[in-house]
Each structure stands twice: as C-alpha cells, then as structure tokens.
C-alpha cells in the first residue's frame, strides 16, 4: 500500500495540489468516480478507492458571477470528463461570459488570500 | 372527503412572535417564548400538557435543551432535528409519528430568530470545507442561482418569470397585515434590483426579518376537545440527497420529487386536491421548481405556469398566500410560518387573502441549499 492510500482524504487531495494537480478517486468495485475524496464509495460502500490526476479537462454545468461590495466574480460547477463534478471557478474572462456549456481545461493557481495553491479552470479556447 | 389517515396527528394551536424588527435586547428564545404562549392559548392547553418538544436553531446546537428550559417545561419526548429551514415540516412529521406511537401526547413545535436586529444579514449555516471555500460563493444564494442559470438554460426559463414569483409574493403580502415588504414591486423592479449572484437580484432573495412561531400538535381524539377546529395532518414525507451544491445530482429536480409524491400517497390525493399551496420560497427560483417537483405542473414549465399572475392573488393556483419568505417574513429559517399559514387558511381565518373553502393545504420545507425537502398535506376540520 503506497503512502497515499493511508494518508487522510484531504491530505492526499492538498498534496496532489501542492504539485499542481487534480487529484480524484476511482472505487475499485464499482469503477465509479469519487469527488470530494473520502473514505468509501458513495455509490457501492467500497472501501477499495484509487487515486487518480485527472486531465483537467471539463464542461461547465451551471456558473454564477457573484456581486459583493467591491467585486464581482466567478463561481461554476465543472463537470470533469472523468466523471466527477467540482466546485470551481473560470479566470481569464469576465465572470458573465462563462456560459453553460463552456469547455474549459484546469490550472493550478496560487491563491494569494489564502497562500496556498487553488484549482481554477481556464476556457479552452481563446 | 374521506381519507386514509382518519385517525392520525391534528394541528390544534398556531402562532407568530412578533415579527419583522424587534430591537436591541430581545433574544430568539423571547421570541421562542412569545410564540409558544399564543399558541398554547390558541390551543387551549397549557406548558405543563406539552410533553413532546420539536425545536431546531441556528443559535443554540441543542436547541431543545435551552427551549425547553426557557419554557420551563420538561419534555419526555425531545427531538431537535435540524435539516435546515425545512426542519419543522420534519418535525411536524416526527411529532405525529411520536403521537402515533404513543411516546407523547401534545407536541410544541417551535422556533425563533433574531436575524435582522442581530446582524442584518443571514446567520450563514454553512460548514467551512476545503472543496468549495477557496471559490467563495455566496452561502446560500451562489447555490439557489447556479440551480436558476442551470433551469433557464435546460428549459428556457426567463428573467422575467423569476420576477414574477416575487411580484406574486408581494401582491399577496399586500393582503397580510403581518407582512413585513408590502411597498410596490414589479417584474422590472426584480430585474433592476442589486445583482447578489447572477442571475438572482435582491428582489429574488428572501428577506432577512426577526421572528418566532410555534405549532402545537395532537392526537386527534385529544383534539376533538380543544377549543380550536382542529387542521388533520394527512400525511407527510422528508427526503434529502445532498448538503453541498456540487454534490447535488441535478440541478433542477429536488428531493421534493420524492417527499411530495410520498406525502401524497399517504393523503390518499393527489396536486389536484389542493386548494392552497404553500412552498418555501427563499429564493424565486425555489417556487418554479417546487411546483414542478410537487407535480402541480411539468418539469421545465414551471416558468409558464407562474406568469401572468397565475399563483398571485385572483390566480389560477393560491400560492404562499402569506407573502411568503420573499415578502412576508423570513427569520434564518422559514419553514414553521408554512405550517402557520396553511392552519389558518383551512381554519377559514385569512380575512382578505383567505382562499374561499379551502379544504386541502400543501406545506411543502426546504433546507440547506435545495438539500432537503419536506412535505405535508393537511386537511381542513371539514375532512375529518
């Protein structure tokens, strides 16, 4: 067993992002993806989860611009192409142009209010 | 009407606090006092009968222990489940499960806030998780808008029919003294209104009020010899599938396709039964899939089915008849105020908003960010 399978959900999870990557698991009974990382299948109840990097490659399933008092942002829900979905954000273009729909590939950020690295998706066309 | 559950739980006693802005000093279990008093006495029963108590609370994590000893009452049932604003729909349905039962007999539902005087914003429920904190959407509203960009976008929902839940909400507060936002509101108000998380304005959200309410509730021998006419809870389901809004498989269809279908079968009736509808708007978007869910009309036409004053006042479908959250009051959680409002319409007691001969209520609770859903029928004197 690699150090990874022992370690908990969430460290496992910054660590991939540490590295610049998305980490996800696989349940080895039922094949099916697990996102946000945890300790049994949510599907089958397997205890048999697999890390894997995703390819970071996804389609935006819903997105809102969020208003407060001195800025406006993105927040979206991508769904990966392996079959999980995040909670996330799309940079590199305004907030309201985020369409459903929208293919966009991942990148990891450093996030300089919370000093530490963030996983944001960017269009994948220009 | 005859229906399946003659002998189930009845609705024997309701009531508000005092309601909208309390002032400095008041505390949510004041009001959570006020509450209980005016309903007791609209019961006819006193704190000492009141041996099963329901409460949930944003303030106190064991909500039934400084409930019950604000109240000075000792429970021997005690059941604070909290699922959000939805919770007291669950308890109306645990109570009666436990009256059933014969673990208690006169159950006090209760509940009291004081979310505006306190803060003037939201005591925010949400937990902190290393999954969705980084991207800080705005808890709950960034959740109820991305369920809104994901309904226009399947069905072609519009702009507009979001407003018009919300003109329909204030043109019934128009109808309800207690109602806390009764100045004019148009569709193009709504739309012009402060952008809190597209596409929903301020004018889509629910208000941010103080106030308490409580149900008191029984057998239904017991309440044949109170001194109200007493509202038959027909039947009742709960359902929930997820807390955070990326774990929630679809966007725009809830649990509450479980919960109503389930509450309908143990009524024995079905959406076309029910003469007032009363549903958990926190936001506008809550409404249109609500009524879809609840089978009161197609999924993806709840849009078409809420325009042109259909669930206003005068309307196809009486629909939150108080004003609802969005106009009428909406202290952190909502749910108990259904439970009020659908007493006092198959009570006869609405005055201008009343629904002439209303027979059968839907009450129908939402919690968390579309997480979970509760739903109830309930039964004028008259089915019985």
Redesign the interface.
């Known amino acids: 067993m690699s150090p990874a399978a022992t370690s908990p959900p969430a460290t496992v999870f910054r660590e991939f992002l540490d590295s610049g990557r998305l980490g996800f698991q696989i349940c080895a009974s039922c094949e099916q993806s697990v996102f946000y990382p945890r300790v049994l299948c949510p599907h089958c109840g397997g205890q048999d989860l697999r890390w894997r990097e995703s390819a970071g490659t996804g389609t935006v399933y819903s997105t809102t611009t969020v208003c407060r008092r001195n800025e406006t942002y993105n927040v979206a829900l991508v769904d990966l192409d392996e079959g999980f979905r995040m909670m996330t954000r799309v940079e590199d273009t305004p907030p309201e142009d985020v369409r459903i729909g929208m293919r966009v590939l991942l990148q990891v950020r450093h996030d300089p209010d919370r000093s530490e690295p963030v996983a944001v998706f960017v269009p994948a066309e220009a | 009407m005859t229906t399946k559950t003659a002998n189930t739980a009845a609705i024997v006693g309701v009531a508000e606090s005092d309601l909208g802005e309390v002032g400095p000093g008041v505390t949510p279990l004041d009001l959570i006092g006020q509450a209980a008093t005016a309903a007791l006495a609209d019961a006819g029963l006193t704190k000492d009968e009141v041996d099963g108590l329901f409460s949930a609370s944003v303030y106190y994590p064991m909500a039934n222990l400084n409930t019950a000893e604000y109240l000075g009452i000792q429970p021997t049932y005690s059941d604070s489940t909290n699922m959000g604003g939805s919770s007291f729909v669950a308890h109306l349905n645990h109570a009666a499960a436990a009256i059933e039962a014969g673990r208690c007999e006169v159950a006090l539902i209760v509940y009291g806030s004081i979310q505006r005087s306190a803060s003037g914003r939201l005591v925010s429920s949400g937990e902190s998780?290393?999954?969705?904190d980084?991207?800080?959407?705005?808890y709950p509203v960034?959740a109820y808008?991305?369920?809104a960009?994901?309904h226009m976008?399947e069905y072609g929902t519009t702009r507009e029919q979001l407003a018009e839940v919300a003109v329909a909400a204030r043109q019934w507060a128009w109808l309800n003294p207690k109602a806390f936002a009764r100045d004019p509101l148009t569709v193009d108000d709504v739309i012009n209104s402060?952008?809190?998380?597209?596409?929903l304005t301020a004018r889509d959200s629910c208000l941010v009020t103080d106030g308490g309410g409580a149900v008191v509730v029984t057998s239904a021998e017991r309440a044949r010899h109170l001194r109200r006419p007493p509202v038959r809870l027909l039947g009742a389901a709960e359902a929930h599938w997820h807390r955070?809004?990326?774990?929630m498989p679809d966007?725009t269809r809830t649990a509450a396709t479980e919960s109503g279908p389930r509450a309908f079968a143990r009524a024995g009736i079905g959406p076309s039964d029910v003469d007032v509808v009363l549903l958990y708007d926190a936001f506008t978007i809550n409404t249109i899939l609500f009524l879809e869910d609840l089978g009161f009309c197609a999924k993806g036409e709840g849009g078409p089915f809420v325009s042109d004053g259909r669930i206003a006042p005068g309307g196809k479908l009486a629909v939150n008849t108080n004003g609802g959250g969005l106009s009428y009051c909406h202290p952190g959680m909502y749910g108990i105020f259904l439970i009020i409002e659908a007493a006092r319409q198959l009570r006869g007691e609405c005055g201008d908003r009343q629904t002439p001969g209303a027979d059968i209520a839907l009450v129908h609770g939402n919690g968390g960010v579309l997480s979970s859903q509760t739903t109830a029928v309930l039964g004028s004197p008259a089915t019985g």
Do not use: Q
Not at chain 2, 244 to 247: D, K, N
């Open positions: 998780t290393p999954y969705e980084p991207y800080r959407p705005r960034s808008a991305m369920a960009a994901r976008h402060r952008m809190v998380s597209s596409p955070s809004i990326s774990a966007l």
